[in-house]
């Protein structure tokens, strides 16, 4: 699995990086078929008493790619809010997955 990190008007220091990589090992945790990460980080300020922070994920799994974004006062909040947009997303679709590796067709029609 590789990771890309990005920060788009903001400086991506250890402390970010590490912060990250390990709310991103749940993610990794729950569904270890991820073929590669891209998050991006970034300050978006339309007015200045307005200032926001942006997180962005781009996940690639086999046949599926997952895009979330997630908007917060802090950085750490929106990466916060983006691991958890995230984790859901994979849950629901390895359940999806493991839904459809039911018995094969054969044996259902053997019964008839």
Not at 26 to 47: C, M, N, T, W, Y
Not at 51 to 70: I, P, S, T, W, Y
């Amino acid at each position: 699995m590789n990771l890309l990190l990005t920060g788009q008007h903001v400086d991506i220091s250890p402390a970010i990086r590490e912060y990250v990589e390990t709310k991103l090992e749940r993610v990794i945790r729950h569904f270890d078929q991820i073929i590669d990460i891209a998050v991006i980080l970034g300050v978006e300020k339309p007015s200045e008493k307005d200032k926001r922070q942006r997180a962005e994920v781009n996940l690639r799994v086999k046949g599926n790619v997952f895009h979330l974004d997630h908007y917060a006062e802090d950085l750490y909040a929106a990466i916060d809010g983006l691991v958890d947009k995230l984790d859901r997303q994979v849950l629901k679709h390895k359940e999806k997955i493991q839904s459809h590796q039911h018995a094969p067709v054969k044996h259902l029609s053997a019964g008839l």
